[in-house]
Nanobody, 123 residues
């Protein structure tokens, strides 16, 4: 049973940083892609950063140059380091996992497992 649990959200001032964590269980090596999304009420879910099992990383336009996705394979934790945060980064951030190859796509339907999200507020 795959579970994803996000943590690390909170309130921060513009220009600050946060590191989000996604603790995964129910799988170890048999995954295809893991990703971070964010969503603001009333708007579509937006792909932020993606990590393929081949270590390829893909970033959404809003994240390029400021955010970094990484994974601790030994601990089965996905991270999102967010630097130079802006008020526009305020959203609920979700971790997602695909057990199949996702074609390095942010299409949400390619990800069968989602966490409950963690709120990030930038003022």
């Amino acid at each position: 049973h795959v579970q994803l649990v996000e943590s690390g959200g909170g309130s921060v001032q513009a220009g600050g940083f946060l590191r989000l964590s996604c603790a995964a269980s129910g799988f170890t090596d048999n995954w295809g892609c893991m990703a971070w999304y964010r969503q603001v009420p009333g708007k579509e879910r937006e792909g932020v950063a993606l990590l393929g099992i081949d270590s390829t990383t893909i970033y959404g336009d809003s994240a390029k140059g400021r955010f970094t996705v990484s994974r601790d394979n030994a601990r089965n934790v996905l991270y999102l380091q967010m630097n130079n945060l802006e008020p526009e980064d305020t959203a609920k951030y979700y971790c997602a996992a695909s057990m199949a190859w996702c074609l390095l796509s942010f299409q949400p339907e390619r990800y069968g497992h989602w966490g409950q999200g963690t709120q990030v507020t930038v003022s």
